[in-house]
């Protein structure tokens, strides 16, 4: 049987080999869950439980796998010293879990501090629009391998708003491309479409505007759907691939 262990820091980097000069190729938040492939020094071999992604971590003292009760729904939460909000210890993202243990008029505690009730959801949770509050993320930095407020790359955008409503979605864009199987034509796009380029993902907010964690803009960035397809078309020569409807 699996043994899991559960991420119980901020952000956790995963890296393509095990060195803090590797690339990053993507993230944990707090609250995910992963097992160890290997030891290699000071280092580990992990995998998300979320989306089976492998990559190296630092060894430092996780969790034993805890079993989340709620979640963050809001782009960052402040994580307390007491239950008031004089004295911030840390923050974490959207969507990170938790698992509560007491409760104290506006606040929850869990194992790193208070939090404020207002900036949670029963781990259950789902929205019937799933990607609702994606412009939270608006003017966040891009960061290749980011998944949260502290940067997000393209991919990771639509991923952690369908993680936050309990669905399964790959990691990379070259991964969705392939899950997602309901194709649809521009001419016939609408609202929460999910338009693919080559290595890139964007979501469709109306028939006529998307969002999109867009490097050459270094930030999350709202723009008009056929303006995003030229540009991309002349500078990086791609065309879209795949619009798919979930």
């Known amino acids: 049987m699996t043994k899991y262990f559960t991420n119980n820091f901020t952000l956790t980097s995963l890296h393509k080999r095990p060195s803090i000069k590797s690339e990053i190729v993507t993230q944990m938040i707090y609250g995910d869950s992963f097992s160890i492939l290997r030891r290699s020094g000071k280092w580990l071999k992990i995998k998300i439980k979320e989306d089976d992604y492998n990559g190296f971590v630092k060894n430092k003292k996780y969790a034993e796998f805890v079993k989340p009760t709620h979640k963050v729904n809001v782009l960052k939460s402040n994580v307390l010293k007491h239950p008031n909000k004089s004295v911030k210890i840390s923050e974490i993202s959207f ?20 939090i404020s009730k207002k900036d949670l959801k029963p781990i259950f949770y789902k929205e019937k629009n799933l990607f609702r509050k994606i412009s939270i993320f608006k003017n966040i930095k891009y960061k290749w ?39 649809v034509r521009l001419s016939n796009i609408k ?11 964007a979501l469709a907010l109306t028939n006529k505007k998307l969002i999109h964690a ?33």
């Open 191 to 201: 609202k929460n479409d999910i338009i693919y380029w080559k290595g890139h993902v």
């Open 95 to 114: 969507g990170s879990k938790i698992k509560v243990i007491e409760s104290k008029k506006k606040f929850f505690k869990f194992s790193n501090g208070w």
């Open 214 to 246: 867009y490097g050459p803009m270094k930030k999350t960035v709202i723009m008009g759907i056929n303006q995003t397809i030229k540009r991309i078309e002349r500078t990086a020569n791609l065309k879209v691939i795949k619009i798919v409807r979930l």
């Open 145 to 183: 391998g980011g998944k949260s407020f502290k940067g997000i790359d393209c991919s990771a955008l639509i991923q952690v708003f369908l993680n936050f409503n309990n669905k399964f979605c790959p990691r990379d864009a070259k991964d969705q491309v392939r899950y997602f199987k309901k194709k």
